[in-house]
């Protein structure tokens, strides 16, 4: 089975800039997760969502960062400006309803460098 | 904010030794998870172990689980070079969509 595909691999942009970051799930996963990880540190989850709909944001900084999940699919995770300390790596995972017991399935993740 | 808090931060063998790594947390849990993280990649999963359990083995991996004293430890046995990578616990709490809680991480140095 493909894993889940995240693009791109590295983006380094300026500061105040927006970027947007790319997801595909594992098929048939109803359960999507965007994760922060500043070096050093363990990930920090950011947004999960249920098929289409949010489950929990509540570290989500919503003055700057958004998401969404198109059709319980695809996501994308938007930062808009983007900070100096918003520069990590941002992950992707999903997971079955199904299979709850058997962890989540991680993107190789998206390194964001703002300068 | 983090659950898990492994211990040690960092630790340095042999090819060959035995390594243990030790999570502690703070609230009640659904199940424990540890994963591992290569440089520079995305997190794999190593093993889960249910609250109801106490130990469960994968392989070189043996997982303990001590809900009372709300800690685990990962012990890989017969390590290689390959081994050497970051590994995360990571807790599910009991209620709402279980989401996963990582801790800092401890890095593994597997040296030949």
């Known amino acids: 089975e493909a894993g889940v595909a995240q693009s791109p691999r590295y983006k380094i942009i300026e500061k105040r800039q927006s970027v947007a970051f790319w997801c595909n799930p594992i098929s048939g996963h109803a359960t999507l997760y965007w994760y922060q990880q500043i070096l050093g540190q363990g990930p920090k989850l950011l947004i999960q969502f249920q098929n289409n709909g949010v489950v929990d944001d509540s570290q989500l900084p919503k003055d700057r960062f958004s998401a969404e999940r198109l059709k319980g699919v695809d996501s994308t995770l938007k930062i808009q400006p983007a900070k100096l300390e918003d520069s990590a790596v941002y992950l992707c995972a999903s997971s079955s309803l199904q299979d709850r017991n058997y962890g989540y399935t991680f993107g190789s993740g998206t390194r964001l460098t703002v300068v | 904010s983090q659950q898990g808090e492994e211990d040690p931060q960092a630790l340095s063998i042999q090819e060959g030794e035995n390594a243990t790594m030790n999570c502690s947390y703070k609230?009640?849990?659904?199940?424990l998870q540890w994963y591992r993280q290569n440089s520079g990649r995305g997190l794999v999963h190593l093993i889960l172990i249910r609250s109801n359990e106490r130990e469960k083995h994968s392989g070189r991996l043996r997982v303990t689980l001590d809900t009372s004293k709300k800690s685990s430890s990962l012990l890989i046995t017969a390590s290689r070079a390959a081994d050497t990578a970051s590994y995360f616990c990571?807790?599910?709490?009991?209620?709402?969509?279980?989401?996963?809680?990582f801790g800092k991480g401890t890095m593994l140095l597997v040296s030949p």
């Open positions: 990571a807790t599910a709490t009991l209620s709402g969509y279980s989401t996963l809680t």
């Open positions: 609230t009640s849990i659904n199940n």
